[in-house]
């Protein structure tokens, strides 16, 4: 198969022909049809993330059609259009039991503990239990938009936010996951703030629902944002995942708001100095937010088909795998508005190897494999 692998952290990815995916007994290889390119790529092209070894294939927002099915596996069979959640449950914890497969105990989390899609195919364990079939009518591009960002996105603003209709909610960054939040926010009648550093993404959060954007420069974001709400916005996100984004959000809130942390907190942004005092006069919730199990995927599908929202308008740009790299080394500056997605579909086939490449592959034959 052609994929994009890191081969040093840092460094452009290298695109070339790795051997295929083994196909696990209970999960399946897919022929990827398109893939996003999320910050949380970045992240473990960065070395943020501890990852199983170089090289490494990232991605993780993938659309694709089912190539192979392992031994185990009962729901699927090939040519099944679908796609999965980033974070994979194992179906069997204490966690996955109670439906909460998104934090799972021993996720498997493509383009993290495993290799990922910023390739022609790629393996999934834990098939039954997480594979999503896509909507004939959603072509894969606008799909891939799903990706990690917009799931994620809905569950915080719906199930953690528990955002109302005529609620205040403000968006701090309009990358994927921001533009996602303000789309949501707005479908479901809720008035929207963003907030960015950049003037083009404002723009089209504009286009996309926001009642105010806010430029992020020397003031005072919080205090602009407690002003344009008339005291404070009942829901506000971070979905950036940095110190200044976080505390921003947290004083951004109204009393008995509610802060959800969806942007990844890592390296020097790890540890926030939370200000305790206005949390706890105030009443304040502090939520944390993780992708999306499986099955919550329909409700994010009713709202599609009634027409609230068009994921294609969340997509920003299309490339090639030759084109991922330099996508990858931007994000470091938040350059590029909305969803960038690697259109991997129409290429043609390549020969087939069966050598294991992925050091993952080899948890099938009786070795652990360490896990996100």
């Given at each position: 198969?052609?994929?994009?692998a890191?081969?040093?952290?840092?460094?452009?990815?290298?695109?070339?022909?790795?051997?295929?995916?083994?196909?696990?007994?209970d999960?399946?290889?897919?022929?990827?049809?398109?893939?996003?390119?999320?910050?949380?790529?970045?992240h473990?092209?960065?070395?943020?993330?501890?990852l199983p070894?170089?090289?490494h294939?990232?991605g993780?927002?993938?659309v694709?059609?089912?190539?192979?099915?392992g031994?185990d596996?009962?729901?699927w069979?090939?040519?099944?259009?679908?796609t999965?959640?980033?974070?994979?449950?194992?179906?069997?914890?204490?966690?996955?039991r109670s439906?909460?497969?998104?934090?799972?105990?021993?996720?498997?989390?493509?383009?993290f503990?495993?290799?990922g899609s910023?390739?022609?195919?790629?393996?999934?364990?834990?098939?039954?239990?997480?594979?999503?079939?896509?909507?004939?009518?959603?072509?894969s591009?606008?799909?891939?938009a799903?990706g990690c960002?917009?799931?994620?996105?809905?569950?915080?603003?719906v199930d953690?936010?528990?955002?109302r209709?005529?609620e205040?909610?403000?968006?701090?960054?309009?990358?994927?996951?921001?533009?996602?939040a303000?789309?949501?926010?707005?479908a479901l009648?809720?008035?929207?703030?963003?907030?960015?550093?950049?003037?083009?993404?404002?723009?089209?959060?504009?286009?996309?629902?926001?009642?105010?954007?806010?430029?992020?420069?020397?003031?005072d974001?919080?205090?602009?944002?407690?002003?344009?709400?008339?005291?404070?916005?009942?829901?506000?996100?971070?979905?950036?995942?940095?110190?200044s984004?976080?505390?921003a959000?947290l004083?951004?809130?109204?009393?008995?708001?509610r802060?959800?942390?969806?942007?990844?907190?890592?390296a020097?942004?790890?540890?926030?100095?939370?200000?305790m005092?206005?949390?706890?006069m105030?009443?304040?919730e502090?939520?944390g937010?993780?992708?999306?199990?499986?099955?919550?995927?329909?409700?994010?599908?009713?709202?599609?088909?009634?027409?609230?929202?068009?994921?294609?308008?969340?997509?920003?740009?299309?490339v090639?795998?030759?084109?991922?790299s330099?996508?990858?080394?931007?994000?470091?500056?938040?350059?590029?508005v909305?969803?960038t997605?690697?259109?991997?579909?129409?290429?043609?086939p390549?020969?087939?190897s069966r050598?294991?490449?992925?050091?993952?592959?080899?948890?099938?034959?009786?070795?652990?494999?360490?896990?996100?």
């Amino acid at each position: 198969m052609r994929a994009a692998a890191i081969i040093n952290y840092g460094e452009a990815l290298v695109v070339d022909t790795f051997p295929d995916p083994i196909v696990p007994r209970d999960g399946v290889v897919l022929r990827v049809d398109a893939t996003g390119i999320c910050r949380s790529d970045w992240h473990a092209w960065m070395g943020h993330e501890t990852l199983p070894g170089l090289p490494h294939v990232p991605g993780h927002e993938m659309v694709g059609v089912v190539e192979e099915i392992g031994a185990d596996v009962t729901r699927w069979g090939p040519g099944d259009r679908v796609t999965v959640p980033f974070s994979i449950g194992c179906g069997e914890c204490r966690s996955c039991r109670s439906g909460s497969l998104n934090i799972c105990d021993v996720a498997f989390t493509p383009g993290f503990s495993h290799w990922g899609s910023f390739a022609e195919l790629v393996a999934i364990h834990h098939a039954d239990a997480n594979l999503v079939s896509i909507p004939p009518d959603l072509d894969s591009v606008p799909a891939a938009a799903l990706g990690c960002r917009f799931v994620t996105s809905f569950r915080a603003v719906v199930d953690r936010g528990r955002l109302r209709p005529g609620e205040w909610l403000a968006v701090h960054g309009c990358g994927g996951v921001g533009l996602s939040a303000v789309m949501i926010g707005a479908a479901l009648g809720a008035r929207v703030v963003a907030l960015d550093i950049d003037a083009g993404s404002l723009a089209r959060a504009a286009e996309l629902g926001a009642e105010v954007t806010i430029e992020v420069g020397d003031g005072d974001p919080a205090a602009t944002v407690v002003a344009a709400t008339d005291g404070g916005a009942h829901v506000s996100i971070d979905a950036v995942g940095g110190t200044s984004t976080a505390l921003a959000s947290l004083r951004s809130l109204r009393k008995r708001g509610r802060h959800v942390q969806v942007g990844l907190m890592l390296a020097g942004d790890a540890t926030l100095p939370i200000p305790m005092e206005p949390v706890i006069m105030n009443e304040v919730e502090i939520l944390g937010s993780r992708g999306m199990p499986a099955t919550d995927y329909p409700r994010v599908f009713e709202l599609l088909t009634a027409g609230a929202i068009d994921l294609r308008r969340l997509v920003g740009g299309t490339v090639s795998l030759d084109g991922a790299s330099a996508i990858m080394q931007s994000m470091g500056d938040f350059a590029g508005v909305g969803v960038t997605v690697i259109d991997i579909s129409g290429r043609a086939p390549i020969p087939r190897s069966r050598a294991p490449q992925d050091p993952t592959d080899r948890v099938e034959a009786g070795q652990s494999g360490p896990v996100r």
